[in-house]
């Protein structure tokens, strides 16, 4: 009966053992429960008018479908206006801008306030948006908050651990972490603070705690850089490597 009951405890302690270590292969939150597992949204841009035969929605959507396909897995959306019918600025348009995100024209949304409604209903504890940058002449990688609100530093230290893991695993150089406020091309303002920002980051429009937008590579010097496939999985693996390390020390 000893005998038994022991050889029934290691088998229990086994399996325990093989189901853990795979878990911690495939995922290194410390949740088990997926309902548990904290709501990521993506936004690739959707602008498909910057740089020179260049499509900064492609190049973008590809980096966040890699994200989204890398491990760990998460509770994750995209929200994408790239084709809607019935939005202004859906494939175009700055989010800077007042009219181009903000207004609605003709009783049209812009393809940033449709987006924004959409990630919104998923209740997001994150929010990603992924662009490229243009006019630099820098091959490097920029990160983007919103000043003013109460998540400010904790966005500051995601968006930094994000550029320096996007830097680590490309060669891109690490242009630090920015304010919305301070690309000086703004019109759009957040109604709290009075400054120039971005729409999608605005405490005001995106309900998500934690925000941040990544400027990746610049759409000239960096243009074939970013149009190739292997590039565009490493940048989106480096960002959710990064990504669920900081949501693990956050749990």
């Keep these: 009966m000893k005998n038994i009951i022991t050889s029934s405890l290691l088998i229990i302690t086994i399996s325990t053992s093989f189901v853990n270590s795979d878990e911690q292969s495939i995922d290194t939150l410390p949740i088990t429960n ?3 597992r904290p709501v990521i949204v993506w936004q690739p841009s959707h602008q498909t008018n910057t740089g020179i035969n260049f499509s900064e929605a492609a190049v973008c959507n590809a980096i966040v479908e890699a994200a989204m396909d890398a491990k760990p897995r998460l509770k994750e959306h ?3 206006s790239l084709g809607q019918k019935r939005l202004h600025h859906s494939n175009v348009g700055s989010n800077t801008i007042v009219e181009q995100t903000s207004a609605v024209i003709n009783g049209q949304l812009s393809g940033y306030a449709w987006e924004l409604e959409k990630a919104n209903k998923k209740e997001p504890k994150v929010f990603i948006s992924v662009h490229n940058n243009g006019g630099t002449k820098r091959h490097a990688v920029w990160g983007f908050i919103h000043e003013g609100d109460k998540f400010e530093a904790e966005n500051r230290a995601l968006a930094s651990r ?5 830097s680590a695993a490309t ?3 690490d242009r630090g972490v920015l304010f919305d406020s301070s690309t000086g091309r703004n019109d759009y303002k957040c109604k709290t603070s009075g400054k120039l920002a971005f729409f999608s980051l605005d405490e005001n429009v995106n309900k998500a705690p934690y925000r941040v937008l990544l400027e990746v590579g610049d759409n000239g010097v960096s ?5 190739n496939p292997i590039n565009q999985r490493k940048l989106g693996e480096a960002i959710k490597r990064a990504l ?7 749990q």
Aim: charged letters at 40%.
């Design 34 to 36: 997926a309902e548990e």
């Design 78 to 80: 995209k929200v994408w």
């Design 162 to 166: 994000l550029v320096k893991a996007i």
């Design 171 to 173: 060669g891109l150089e």
């Design 223 to 227: 243009k074939e850089f970013l149009e």
């Design 244 to 250: 669920a390390a900081w949501l693990a020390e956050k």
